[in-house]
T-cell receptor, first 111, second 116 residues
Framework: DQQVKQNSPSLSVQEGRISILNCDYTNSMFDYFLWYKKYPAEGPTFLISISSIKDKNEDGRFTVFLNKSAKHLSLHIVPSQPGDSAVYFCAASALGNQFYFGTGTSLTVIP | DAGVIQSPRHEVTEMGQEVTLRCKPISGHDYLFWYRQTMMRGLELLIYFNNNVPIDDSGMPEDRFSAKMPNASFSTLKIQPSEPRDSAVYFC??????????????FGEGSWLTVV
């Protein structure tokens, strides 16, 4: 059973606009969330994280928002750049244990 | 510092053959994870080790799959016998205990398995 879900398999955005990638989870014990970025033929690389004690974390063009009551998090990329085109995975963990990943969203930023 | 190293990068094998995937975690990391990437399930955790001991193997799909970690610098994932539905990208990842709660895990580049 998928505990972390990314319901949009793909997303296309114009360069310079905002990209919003969404993630939902079912386990209320999850207290730490991460986003990973994956280019073709490479392993996923860490992008940004957020702890459940926060509702927002920002790192340059990337911002992650957490809505605990809705069990929802989102990644905003502003402004989007062609180099951001990749597959984005969200992940969650509970009490420092294993990470559960979603199915990924393929982002294409159109120049 | 070298990252997580996986081999082979690509493997094509015939159904019924044994497949062994290898992983060298980052030095000093005491957690090692094996993931499988598929379209349907994304990055699916198969098994993870702490200090070379398997902690959770509930994600291993069948008895055909087995994993070992004989020492802190080496792990294998074996499929015997392999089937076409095992075709996927297999990732190894590692992290240190202190970072497991705080930050991130580090992935290798993956082993692309095709079973024909």
């Amino acid at each position: 059973d998928q505990q972390v879900k990314q319901n949009s398999p793909s997303l296309s955005v114009q360069e310079g606009r905002i990209s919003i990638l969404n993630c939902d989870y079912t386990n209320s014990m999850f207290d730490y969330f991460l986003w990973y970025k994956k280019y073709p033929a490479e392993g996923p690389t860490f992008l940004i994280s957020i702890s459940s004690i926060k509702d927002k974390n920002e790192d340059g063009r990337f911002t992650v928002f957490l809505n605990k009551s809705a069990k929802h998090l989102s990644l905003h990329i502003v402004p989007s750049q062609p180099g951001d085109s990749a597959v984005y995975f969200c992940a969650a963990s509970a009490l420092g244990n294993q990470f559960y990943f979603g199915t990924g969203t393929s982002l294409t930023v159109i120049p | 510092d070298a990252g997580v190293i996986q081999s082979p990068r690509h493997e094509v094998t015939e159904m019924g053959q044994e497949v062994t995937l290898r992983c060298k975690p980052i030095s000093g990391h005491d957690y090692l994870f094996w993931y499988r990437q598929t379209m349907m399930r994304g990055l699916e955790l198969l098994i993870y080790f702490n200090n070379n001991v398997p902690i959770d193997d509930s994600g291993m799909p069948e008895d055909r799959f087995s994993a070992k970690m004989p020492n802190a610098s080496f792990s294998t994932l074996k499929i015997q016998p392999s089937e076409p539905r095992d075709s996927a990208v297999y990732f190894c990842a590692s992290t240190h205990r202190g970072r497991l709660r705080g930050n991130t895990i580090y992935f290798g580049e993956g082993s692309w398995l095709t079973v024909v």
